[in-house]
């Protein structure tokens, strides 16, 4: 049986939340990479800077994926990222879907509204990428129901 897609507000609400979580990851990287070519006399540059937190994020999430297919937030709303037949995500997977989402959200967020008409209600990248949102939220017993 396949676990169930968790619903679009949850996962925008997680969305939400890696949104601040990354925003620390860039202002922490950024400053770090400042700080190091201060330290080494190189010359900083914006292009510098944003290679180290493109890195930085990217490797966050590539490595959250690969451990456990959950990011912070994800493991926070009970989602979980697997491919399509449920298996964890490779190396590979995981880089295809980093891709293909970041040109999904960059471009007018499109990913998103996908989900809206997707038969499965998942996101492009997901769709384009053979992986999955699944929902790890358990059902609550009914009362008086001893197990």
Same mark, same amino acid.
């Given at each position: ?14 969305? #939400? ?14 400053? #770090? ?14 292009? !510098? ?22 990011? =912070? ?24 879907? !980093?891709?293909?989402?970041? !040109? ?5 967020? #499109? ?16 769709? =384009?990428?053979?992986?999955? !949102? ?14």
């Amino acid at each position: 049986m396949t676990p169930p897609t968790p619903g679009l507000g949850r996962r925008l609400l997680c969305l #939400i939340y890696e949104v601040l979580l990354l925003t620390a990851v860039i202002l922490l990287s950024g400053g #770090i990479a400042t700080g190091m070519a201060g330290l080494l006399g190189i010359s900083v540059t914006p292009l !510098l800077t944003q290679t180290v937190v493109l890195l930085v994020c990217g490797g966050y999430f590539l490595v959250q994926w690969m451990r456990n297919g959950q990011t =912070l937030p994800m493991k926070t709303w009970r989602i979980r990222i697997e491919t399509r037949d449920g298996r964890s995500l490779d190396a590979g997977t995981s880089l295809r879907r !980093l891709f293909l989402a970041s !040109l999904g959200y960059a471009v007018a967020g #499109i990913t998103i509204l996908w989900a809206l008409f997707d038969r499965d209600h998942q996101f492009l990248h997901d769709r =384009l990428g053979g992986t999955r !949102l699944v929902s790890l939220a358990t059902v609550r017993p009914e009362p008086g129901d001893t197990g």
